[in-house]
T-cell receptor, first 113, second 112 residues
Framework: QKEVEQNSGPLSVPEGAIASLNCTYSDRGSQSFFWYRQYSGKSPELIMFIYSNGDKEDGRFTAQLNKASQYVSLLIRDSQPSDSATYLCAVNDVTGGGNKLTFGTGTQLKVEL | SAVISQKPSRDICQRGTSLTIQCQVDSQVTMMFWYRQQPGQSLTLIATANQGSEATYESGFVIDKFPISRPNLTFSTLTVSNMSPEDSSIYLC?????????FGSGTRLTVV
């Protein structure tokens, strides 16, 4: 059973701080990794994806991937109250010729004024 | 990224009935995925739908309960059959446009 693990939180950070969200995965063959943001009552929206080891930056967001340690993280700089949401980590499973995502349970982020 | 229109957005249904959920994509996509998100939980894949072939179901999900149609490269339906209160969930469709999987707005189903 392929697994994606996240701390459920809530993770509370003050406005303007850096929020660090972590995710580990069990399948060493995983190739691509996604971070989604989900507001309560809404569908997930893609923040960014990463394929290669290292960092990938997009605005206030940075995804970090370490395949050797099987973890992927998301940093949110200058956190805003509007960033308060549940953040879902997802890993691409291409076994058997398929192309589907396995999701973690999500980390709830609260950005406090 | 692809834009997905999903409907209905919500419904309240009687147990024993069926509901069909539709997803329309603004571009042609090879794969469409159907997920379920139960209250307070993460997303669980129900099945993968490819145009021109039968859907591939994940463990715990069967075609008789969740029949799927995929008549062309821009459209798919998921039917939740013979519903019980345990089927109350949010149902989401998703596509892979090669630059990240995008989701429809979801269908919030309540079975009473």
């Amino acid at each position: 059973q392929k697994e994606v693990e996240q701390n459920s939180g809530p993770l509370s950070v003050p406005e303007g701080a850096i929020a660090s969200l972590n995710c580990t995965y069990s399948d060493r063959g995983s190739q691509s990794f996604f971070w989604y943001r989900q507001y309560s009552g809404k569908s997930p929206e893609l923040i960014m994806f990463i394929y290669s080891n290292g960092d990938k930056e997009d605005g206030r967001f940075t995804a970090q991937l370490n395949k050797a340690s099987q973890y992927v993280s998301l940093l949110i700089r200058d956190s805003q109250p509007s960033d308060s949401a549940t953040y879902l980590c997802a890993v691409n499973d291409v076994t058997g010729g398929g192309n589907k995502l396995t999701f973690g349970t999500g980390t709830q982020l609260k950005v406090e004024l | 990224s692809a834009v997905i229109s999903q409907k209905p957005s919500r419904d309240i249904c009687q147990r024993g009935t069926s509901l069909t959920i539709q997803c329309q994509v603004d571009s042609q996509v090879t794969m469409m995925f159907w997920y379920r998100q139960q209250p307070g939980q993460s997303l669980t894949l129900i099945a993968t739908a490819n145009q021109g072939s039968e859907a591939t179901y994940e463990s715990g999900f069967v075609i008789d309960k969740f029949p799927i149609s995929r008549p062309n490269l821009t459209f798919s339906t998921l039917t939740v059959s013979n519903m019980s209160p345990e089927d109350s969930s949010i149902y989401l469709c998703s596509v892979d446009p090669r630059t990240g999987y995008t989701f429809g707005s979801g269908t919030r189903l309540t079975v009473v």
